[in-house]
Nanobody
Framework: QVQFVESGGGLVQPGGSLRLSCAAS????????????MGWYRQAPGGERELVAS???????NYADTVKDRFTISRDNLKYTVYLRMDSLQPEDTAVYYC?????????WGQGTQVTVSS
């Protein structure tokens, strides 16, 4: 089973920055990692999980309007890792952040990493 391991979350003040990382585990998956579009999703308390950023195998990126110009997604295919740089964070960015394939995720999700934006 594919596993995604997210890290890098934490508590940050409004206007602050964080960099999230997501590593894909399992040898079969990692051999295919370079051909799939990967995305970062988030789920706020009481809300549904939403896709906020994605990056294709050719490094083309897309962002939700709510994070455009503040978040930057990137990938390192040699390390089977996807990153999300988040700047100008706002309280409404508070959520658990997950990575997975995009736009159709796998059924298997990691534990996510909590991002809390609060003064």
């Amino acid at each position: 089973q594919v596993q995604f391991v997210e890290s890098g979350g934490g508590l940050v003040q409004p206007g602050g920055s964080l960099r999230l990382s997501c590593a894909a585990s399992r040898s079969i998956w990692t051999n295919r990692f370079t051909v799939y579009t990967m995305g970062w999703y988030r789920q706020a308390p009481g809300g549904e999980r939403e896709l906020v950023a994605s990056i294709s195998r050719l490094f083309s990126t897309n962002y939700a309007d709510t994070v455009k110009d503040r978040f930057t997604i990137s990938r390192d295919n040699l390390k089977y890792t996807v990153y999300l740089r988040m700047d100008s964070l706002q309280p409404e960015d508070t959520a658990v952040y997950y990575c997975n394939m995009a736009p159709t995720p796998l059924d298997s999700w990691g534990q996510g990493t909590q991002v809390t934006v609060s003064s």
